[in-house]
């Protein structure tokens, strides 16, 4: 993904050239987009065969960035969440190296898993909402106290389960409607594109 941050631009990457790690994520940056900085670790993890991986990053309402990703092969709950999505905030997006990686749990035990797409809503409370779709199941992980380890809550969405699914906020609601497209799972003979909106939840 591209992101552009005071002034610099950073591109976000799956990176398997390092023959320390099986995959890690890593950006780069530039002013021009002729001179590129050198190649920093956002994920990296020292057991080669876990493999992180699905950079996505939001802004918060307090200013701080959230990047959330999947793990491939973590070892928290391999049965149900093999690649369990994890997270880092920072103060900027050029500096999750520095942040404490967090496990996306919610409060009723389930580990998000695969995939994750995170947006911020100014809706849903004081704090506004963070939402990450995983492509494990059809719920949805909201975080009203700005992505708290502790207070992610499993909820219905209703819209399936999919890849990656899409997040956006439809214009002109303030932040209240979600727009939902899901294009169903990869690997299969035939699937489903489907677009819905779903109404944050208020804490």
């Not at 797409?117 to 059809?138: F, K, M």
């Amino acid at each position: 993904m591209i992101l552009v941050h005071e002034g610099e631009l950073g591109v976000f990457y799956s990176d398997q050239r390092d023959p320390k790690h099986g995959q890690k994520l890593a950006h780069q940056t530039t002013t021009d987009l002729v001179s590129w900085g050198e190649v920093v670790n956002d994920a990296a993890e020292a057991n080669y065969t876990l493999r992180p991986g699905m950079t996505t990053i939001t802004q918060m309402g307090n200013g701080k960035f959230i990047f959330s990703y999947e793990l491939a092969f973590a070892p928290e709950d391999p049965i149900n969440a093999a690649y369990a999505v994890h997270y880092r905030i920072a103060d900027s997006p050029f500096e999750f190296d520095k942040a404490e990686p967090m496990l996306l749990r919610a409060t009723d035990g389930t580990i998000a898993s695969a995939g994750p797409q995170t947006i911020w809503t100014p809706a849903g409370g004081p704090n506004g909402t963070v939402v990450t779709s995983d492509s494990h199941r059809s719920e949805f992980f909201i975080n009203h106290a700005y992505g708290d380890p502790g207070a992610w809550v499993k909820v219905v969405s209703g819209k399936g389960v999919g890849y990656t699914r899409d997040l956006r906020i439809v214009p002109e609601t303030n932040g209240t409607v979600i727009l939902v497209t899901n294009g169903g799972m990869y690997n299969m003979n035939d699937t489903i594109v489907s677009c819905g909106e779903w109404v944050v939840p208020a804490a």
